[in-house]
């Protein structure tokens, strides 16, 4: 396992395990299935309503607590400051935990422009011990701007949608220029054409991998946290096995080359759901 070290000294595994769209049993044995892999790091959210399960599966683990690094995020419907107070509460009692590592805004949701005060309550969390670092998901440049200009804490990350074909190099240049962290989100495009790409594949022949494995071993050497998510045992594994080999810097060159800033999720400029 390679990890990072934040903004704020905490060190972070580099690779970790998603949940979403797990429904609450199944991330249980996802889960309980990744961390007997090898992943340290699990990102869930109030939204995917499997906080419960993810919770099961770190208790019956068997992994001293100070060994994992759990990630959860506040959904949109409790942004405000004292919401978002009373919303951790609640994420902290399904996982049946005394403190996450990492809180993060799910969506910055620029219409209702509540994304500043809701961060300073992530601030009180942080300054009262009850999360190890906070950050944001889904956050163009202008939202974070308004956090580096109007709050103290800088985001340790911003979670964004990531991979071959959206590359977020203007926003990835800005993060690196303020100390904070790039983590992908679907970076494998959420199982869609990425997967088949011809680059990929032949770069995959080449090294004996998978066009799943090349791509998360892009966004190591591209410097991103990444978390894909599988509940298939195979991939969970295959997924895990990127640590025995490098991409050569041709090949970081013909990947960076597929860049074609397409979204498959939504742009968070414009995404105000609750
Ligand atoms: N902050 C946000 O707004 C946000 C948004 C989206 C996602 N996320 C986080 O990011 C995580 C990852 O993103 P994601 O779930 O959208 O997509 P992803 O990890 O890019 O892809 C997951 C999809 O790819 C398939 N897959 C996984 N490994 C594979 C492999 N080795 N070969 C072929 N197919 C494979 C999975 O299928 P099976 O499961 O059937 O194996 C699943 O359908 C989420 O789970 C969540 O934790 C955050």
């Known amino acids: 396992m ?15 395990f998603g949940v979403w769209l797990v429904p609450d049993d199944e991330a249980e044995t996802a889960v309980k299935n990744a961390i007997e892999v090898g992943y340290r790091s699990i990102d869930t959210a109030m939204v995917y309503k499997n ?42 009692e399904r996982l049946g935990l005394d403190y996450v590592d990492l809180y993060l805004i799910h969506w910055p949701m620029p219409k209702e422009n509540t994304y500043v005060e809701t961060y300073k309550a992530l601030e009180k969390l942080y300054h009262d011990g009850k999360v190890k670092a ?34 977020q190099t203007e926003l990835k240049a800005f993060c690196k220029e303020h100390g904070i962290y790039v983590e992908a989100w679907s970076p494998l495009m959420n199982g869609k054409d990425v997967l088949n790409d011809e680059v990929i594949k032949e770069i995959a022949e ?7 494995q090349v791509i998360l071993r892009w966004h190591l050497q591209y410097d991103n946290i990444v978390i894909p998510k599988s509940v298939t045992p195979s ?6 096995n990127v640590f025995d080999f490098q ?12 860049n074609r800033n397409h979204r498959n999720g939504p742009d968070p400029a414009e995404f105000n759901n609750k």
């Not at 990072?4 to 060190?11: I, S």
């Not at 099961?56 to 060994?67: D, L, Q, W």
């Not at 701007?145 to 103290?152: G, H, M, S, V």
């Not at 080449?206 to 799943?212: D, L």
């Open 134 to 167: 906070i950050g944001v998901c889904n956050f163009h440049i202008e939202h974070l701007q308004r956090l580096l200009d109007e709050c103290k804490v800088i985001p340790v990350l911003n979670q964004v949608e990531c991979h071959p074909y959206l590359q």
């Open 235 to 240: 991939r969970i594994e295959e997924n895990f």
């Open 247 to 258: 991409l050569s810097d041709v090949d970081m060159k013909k990947i960076e080359g597929l």
């Open 51 to 92: 906080e419960e399960g993810v919770g099961r599966a770190i208790a019956a683990s068997g992994v001293p607590r100070e060994e994992l690094f759990i990630t959860t995020k506040l959904w949109n419907s409790d942004q405000g400051y004292d919401e978002t107070l009373q919303a951790f509460d609640a994420s902290l």
């Open 206 to 212: 080449a090294h004996g991998k998978t066009a799943a």
């Open 2 to 16: 390679e990890y990072v070290t934040l903004n704020n000294g905490l060190k972070m595994p580099k690779l970790g």
